[in-house]
Structures are given as structure tokens and as C-alpha cells.
């Protein structure tokens, strides 16, 4: 059963750090994208916060760009998100993304994480 894993949420100060990861497991064959979502508090839809392609290529949403980082490690199917200079804005529930491919499958199929809190205020 696949099985996506977000850590490293929490409460952090404003201009402070902290970094996301993200683990996919279960019967994976192959991921083609992954990435990171947001969903505020009050507000109905995610945002689509920084995607990276199973080459590597990232893209952000303009509002995070310069600040944060999305990097991959293919051989251990994770992600990880770098949010440096946080802003109280950026306080949201964050989720993992990630478009697997199961073996036995020709076509991948979204899979979501859980969600993991951060919280940024003094």
C-alpha cells in the first residue's frame, strides 16, 4: 500500500527556517513529480507551493521564490523543502504530492500525504 509521509512541521519565528521532507513507499515502480501544497488557515483549496520533476527541474509559486528549496533524492523516493525567510503568510498546512507510478501500472496516479503544520508568528 503506498504511503506518503510528510515531517518536520512546527512553529517558527518570522525570517526563521525549518525544513519539510517527504517519504513515498509501497509497491512504487516509478514517481514522476513531487511536490509540496498548501492550504491556509480558512481558506477552501492548496496552493501549489514548489513541484520538482523526476529529473530534477523545480518550479515555485512566485511568492516562495528566492526563499524556499525543493530538492529530491530518487534513490530514497524523497523530497525535501527548504523554507528560509519565513513569513507569517506562509503559516499553512503543508502536503506532500507525488504522481506514483505502482508496478503493473502504465499510468501514475496522485497520491497525498496527510499534512504537516507550520506555524509562523513571534
Known amino acids: 500500500q503506498v504511503q506518503v509521509v510528510e515531517s518536520g512541521g512546527g512553529l517558527v519565528q518570522p525570517g526563521g527556517s525549518l525544513k519539510l521532507s517527504c517519504a513515498a513507499s509501497g509497491g512504487l515502480f516509478m514517481i514522476n513529480d513531487m511536490g509540496w501544497f498548501r492550504q491556509s488557515p480558512g481558506e477552501q483549496q492548496r496552493e501549489k507551493v514548489a513541484m520538482i520533476a523526476g529529473d530534477g527541474v523545480p518550479t515555485y509559486t512566485d511568492s516562495v521564490k528566492d526563499r524556499f528549496t525543493i530538492s529530491r533524492d530518487n534513490a530514497k523516493d524523497t523530497i525535501h523543502l527548504q523554507m528560509d525567510s519565513l513569513k507569517p503568510e506562509d503559516t499553512a498546512v503543508y502536503f506532500c504530492?507525488?504522481?506514483?507510478?505502482?508496478?503493473?501500472?502504465?499510468?501514475?496516479?496522485?497520491?497525498w500525504g496527510k499534512g504537516t503544520l507550520v506555524t509562523v508568528s513571534s
Open positions: 504530492y507525488a504522481d506514483i507510478v505502482l508496478e503493473g501500472d502504465t499510468y501514475g496516479k496522485n497520491y
